[in-house]
């Protein structure tokens, strides 16, 4: 194997260039090195000028994630020796504007999340010197899977109908939202119902599945707006034949 392996980086900087460039830096190739590793050592050693975002290191975060050799991946999850004897092809997340190099503006998805009100709803809250709200296993398992999602945005870089529709509220936007409908804690998905049942939300999903396919945590986002679809129809047939008993 070789010692050295070439990452061929998207430079993006506004003040030089009109549009995104390819520049090659040769790293070492070494064992248990991650695409991140990589390009810390072409800011620490090569070029102090190239801007990435990144955190933990640990795929908890989300933050560090890239497109590389044409897929969405965690960064710090994606190691080069996968990608031997090499190129690696690191670019910007796709379907997102990019501030520099490989930093993009998720302030489209910032702005979307909170308008499924992804937090736990209630129309009572009980005084805390009462306890914890319990639950048993069973209704654990209804939402975690849909719990694990870290916001890393992989899903919207893959989603074929954001990239078409940025009204698209989003896969993961959606799974979050179904993470508090499924939890027997939550009182709140009417609330959520009217955002998650728009022309935006989950009707706009063609069920492609790549969002899934690129969750780093198998969150299954697809899965997730195929179940409130279901939900969303049963209770739209509800209204309809019992108007008056819709809340």
Same mark, same amino acid.
């Given at each position: 194997?070789? $010692? ?6 998207? &430079?993006? &900087?506004?003040?030089?260039?009109? /549009? ?17 590793? !990589? ?7 090569? #070029? ?7 955190? =933990? ?15 969405? +991946? ?7 020796? #996968?990608?031997?004897? !090499? ?12 501030? &520099? #190099? ?5 302030? #489209? ?35 975690? +899977? ?20 940025? /009204? ?8 979050? %939202?179904? &993470? ?5 804690? $939550?009182?709140?998905?009417? /609330? ?5 049942? *728009? ?5 706009? =999903?063609?069920?492609? !599945?790549? =969002?899934?396919?690129? =969750? ?7 899965? %997730? ?19 008056? *008993?819709?809340?």
């Amino acid at each position: 194997m070789a $010692d050295e392996i070439t990452l061929e980086v998207a &430079r993006y &900087r506004p003040e030089l260039e009109s /549009e995104p460039v390819m520049q090659s830096y040769q790293v070492p190739l070494r064992e248990h090195w991650a695409v991140l590793d !990589g390009l810390s050592y072409i800011k620490d050693h090569l #070029d102090g000028t190239l801007s990435f975002r990144w955190s =933990c290191r640990m795929g908890i975060c989300g933050s560090c994630g890239m497109t590389v050799n044409g897929e969405p +991946q965690l960064s710090c999850a994606t190691f080069l020796t #996968d990608y031997a004897p !090499g190129p690696v092809r690191v670019e910007p997340l796709r379907n997102f504007p990019v501030i &520099r #190099d490989l930093v993009i503006d998720i302030d #489209d998805f910032m702005t979307k999340l909170p308008k499924v009100k992804p937090w736990l709803i209630r129309e009572v809250h009980s005084p805390v010197e009462e306890g914890e709200y319990l639950q048993t296993p069973e209704e654990l398992d209804e939402y975690k +899977q849909f719990s694990m999602c870290i916001n890393c945005m992989l899903c919207y870089s893959a989603c074929p109908v954001y990239s078409l529709e940025p /009204e698209f509220i989003g896969p993961a936007a959606i799974a979050l %939202a179904q &993470r508090y409908n499924l939890d027997s804690r $939550d009182e709140g998905a009417d /609330e959520r119902r009217e955002v998650l049942s *728009s022309p935006e939300g989950i009707w706009a =999903c063609t069920f492609v !599945g790549e =969002c899934s396919a690129a =969750c780093p945590k198998g969150v299954d986002p697809a899965g %997730a707006i195929q179940r409130y679809k279901l939900t969303a129809a049963t209770q739209s047939i509800k209204d309809l034949l019992m108007p008056r *008993s819709r809340r």
